[in-house]
């Protein structure tokens, strides 16, 4: 099992530009979610899915979009990257969806926005 | 506000040395309780849990407690190895969420 997989690894953009991060998993996961890492933030919570055809906002929306193509996979988009939007970006999933199950979590992607 | 508190660091530490990390949460139902921990350059993994008060979840040496009454859940282990060198997060769940804290770097020197 591959657990959760995202691409790219790394992208560098220009402020303006826009990209999709990709996510999917193999673990036939209910919930899937997307997280921003920024030093001394720890992680901050952007969209999730509680199930395949629902999305929800968390704590900080604002600027990204989402799809949640089918079970396996969620997307996370930017339409117009911002300089603020410098971060490393992690996909999860968890079995149950009502936040009692452990998230297993994607090795990241590290976006620059210039 | 609903949220885990946790001490920053960095914490340096030599082999062999006693670890603590604190974590405090807000009490908003029963919520279950994580240690995450996140080596360089990868994402999150879940180090250990516990789903109600004065359970102990324990993994790879450490060891945590579920402290309703303290609404604590403090990290331990007894020997820190360089190898256990990494960030470690605190989390609490939140209706169909989790709360992390805002993790604590672990150095530890030979």
């Known amino acids: 099992n591959a657990g959760v997989t995202q691409t790219p690894k790394f992208q560098v953009l220009k402020t303006g530009q826009s990209m999709t991060l990709q996510c999917a998993q193999d673990?036939?996961?209910?919930?899937m979610y997307w997280y921003r890492q920024d030093p001394g933030m720890g992680l901050r919570l952007i969209y999730y899915?509680?199930?395949?055809?629902?999305?929800d906002k968390g704590e900080v929306p604002n600027g990204y979009n989402v799809s949640r193509l089918n079970k396996r996979e969620f997307s996370l988009r930017l339409e117009s990257a911002a300089p603020s939007q410098t971060s490393v970006y992690f996909c999860?999933?968890?079995?149950?969806?009502?936040?009692?199950?452990?998230?297993?979590f994607g090795p990241g992607t590290r976006l620059t926005v210039l | 506000g609903n949220s885990v508190t946790q001490m920053e660091g960095p914490v340096t530490l030599s082999e062999e040395a006693f670890l603590t990390i604190n974590c405090t949460y807000t009490a908003t139902g029963y919520p279950s309780l994580f240690w995450y921990v996140q080596y360089p350059g990868e994402g999150l993994q879940l180090l250990l849990k516990a789903t109600k008060a004065d359970d102990k979840g324990s993994n790879k040496g450490f060891e945590a407690t579920y402290r309703k009454e303290t609404t604590s859940f403090h990290l331990e282990k007894g020997s820190v190895q360089v190898s256990d060198s990494a960030v470690y997060f605190c989390a609490k769940t939140s209706y169909d969420k989790v709360i992390f804290g805002p993790g604590t770097s672990l150095s530890v020197i030979p």
């Open positions: 999860a999933s968890s079995g149950g969806g009502r936040g009692t199950d452990t998230q297993y």
């Open positions: 673990m036939n996961h209910n919930s």
């Open positions: 899915s509680a199930s395949e055809g629902t999305t």
